[in-house]
């Protein structure tokens, strides 16, 4: 075998393995994401083409390790749920004002956790990395809310809208085991 004939076979060898490299790379950033994100992957996948779509959950991820996020104390906590309780009763005699507060409490928790909040579609793209999985009751919720803005809803809509609200609040709260009133 010709020195010319060794160096291309090491050449070819060294290209393949970089390919695998890479595709290996991509493979593990992907399931990354998939496992990070959830359905919001998959959402975002359809939406824009994949390399694209990966690209912009990367991104997601940087700007929420710059952002300040912190738990609550025991205290906010309580105060916190004590006023999601009272959105929660007057709900029956106010559906429509009730559902703008559940609105507003939920973006105030966020605000409190350090979550931006002046933007919606933001908001949506700061919460898919750490509430993924509540996601999508928040842009259900906040759909039914905007639809009743403009048109009257059924009070079985704004129901579902509570519901949802409530799915992304209890996630932004934390977990139970640190709540000291419990519902």
């Known amino acids: 075998m010709s020195t010319g004939t060794i160096i291309g076979i090491v050449i070819a060898v060294v290209v393949l393995l970089v390919v695998i490299a890479v595709l290996a790379m991509m493979r593990r950033r992907r399931t990354h994401l998939r496992e990070q994100f959830g359905a919001e992957y998959d959402r975002t996948v359809r939406e824009h083409p994949r390399r694209e779509a990966e690209r ?3 991104q997601r991820e940087k700007r929420h390790a710059k952002l300040d996020i912190k738990e609550l104390s025991p205290t906010l ?3 916190y749920s004590q006023h ?3 959105v929660q009763e007057q709900f029956v005699d106010r559906p429509s004002p009730s559902v703008e507060e559940a609105d ?3 973006t105030a928790l966020m605000a409190e956790r350090g979550y931006p ?3 919606y579609d933001q908001q949506v ?3 898919s990395v750490g509430h993924a999985q509540t996601l999508e009751h928040y842009r259900e919720a906040h759909e039914i809310k905007e639809r009743n803005a403009s048109t009257q809803v059924s009070t079985e809509e704004l129901r579902a809208a509570m519901v949802h609200y409530r799915a992304l609040f209890d ?4 977990p139970a085991e640190h ?3 419990q519902r």
């Open 179 to 181: 709540r000291t009133n």
């Open 117 to 119: 909040t002046e933007d």
């Open 56 to 58: 912009e959950l990367a």
């Open 77 to 79: 906590r309580d105060r």
């Open 104 to 106: 507003r409490l939920v």
């Open 84 to 86: 999601w309780a009272l």
């Open 125 to 127: 793209a700061d919460l």
């Open 171 to 174: 996630d932004l709260l934390g």
